[in-house]
């Protein structure tokens, strides 16, 4: 392992000045949050607290979450709502993903991340209704680019291949942190090991899908374990790796340990990029859904596209 990684900053005293942003403002912005409220949407933008949520709204992009603003997990970094399953939680609107592919067509975007909460409570935890939205985007605009970002399924393999086959163009599931850190970090359904095996069912199903996870930093992670958890990315066929600063939502969500700066970043980007990942964003306020990464994605996949479209006029005229 390399030892002359940058030092980390620790977390005493006031954020550093590369983790303020400005408030979000904007037409678009106000325009966008209009409408999701009237259709009753949510993203996880707006849940997650996300710090790019203006910059992003303002280019005309969100991240739709379905099934609810409730969670049935209860992750120790994260802000979504949390909800007991034995207690119910409230039905899945089945307008949603009529609702969501009408949102899509409003913001005219040409690349969309659907993502969801768990709902344990659920007897398929939700992959039906997850699937059935990225078919109804697809129906509606063949040539939007799709990216989802799912969660677990306790490991249901069955589950996560139903998903699969709804033939998202990216299919993203967040590590989130280290595998020592993961029973302190993650609600404890959701093991390292699982998540894992998600990302590596996939590309067993489609080889040519390509995957995606995150890792948030400043955990109380050490180089060697982030080097092991790329390393085992790699092993499962993960394509895109992103690292971003964990952050604080509130007082009950686990402490930061160390602001990582922009500098180590930078050098965890060289790290795994040299390690074969096809696209890597490593930042402060970098989050698995990151416009320059989908930028990216889009040149990449509409180029397979491309090629996937001349194949068989050159299979036909190699024929003749």
Known sequence: MK???????????PKPEWLKVRAPSGENYTRIKGMLGELKLATVCQEAKCPNMG??????????????????????????????????????????????????????LHYVVITSVD???????????????????????????????????????????????AKPDVFAHN???????????????????QSMRVLQAVKEFDPSMYTKSSIMLGLGETDEEVLQTLKDL???????????QYLQPTEKHLKVIEYVTPEKFAWWQKTAEDMGFLYVASGPLVRSSYRAGEFFMKG???KKRKA?????????????
């Not at 590590?175 to 090991?193: G, N």
């Not at 479209?309 to 024929?319: S, V």
């Open 3 to 13: 030892t002359d990684s940058p030092a980390p900053k620790k977390s005493h005293g």
């Open 55 to 108: 910059e992003c709204w303002s280019g005309g992009t969100a991240t739709f979450m379905l099934m609810g603003e409730v969670c049935t997990r209860g992750c120790r970094f994260c802000n979504v709502k949390t909800g007991n399953a034995k207690l119910g939680l409230p039905p899945v609107d089945p307008f949603e993903p009529e609702k969501v592919a009408y949102s899509i067509s409003q913001m005219k």
């Open 119 to 165: 709902r344990d409570d659920m007897p398929d935890q939700g992959s039906d209704h997850f699937a059935r939205t990225v078919k109804t985007i697809k129906k509606l605009d063949p040539n939007l680019i799709i990216e989802i970002l799912t969660p677990d399924f306790r490991g249901d393999e069955n589950l996560i291949l139903h998903l699969a086959k």
């Open 175 to 193: 590590i989130e942190t280290v595998e020592r850190l993961t029973p302190r970090v993650r609600d404890p359904r959701a093991t390292y090991k």
């Open 234 to 244: 790699r092993a499962v066929g993960c394509d895109v790796v992103t690292f971003g």
């Open 300 to 302: 990449v996949i509409e």
């Open 308 to 320: 996937e479209q001349q194949e068989p006029a050159t299979t036909t005229a190699e024929g003749n």
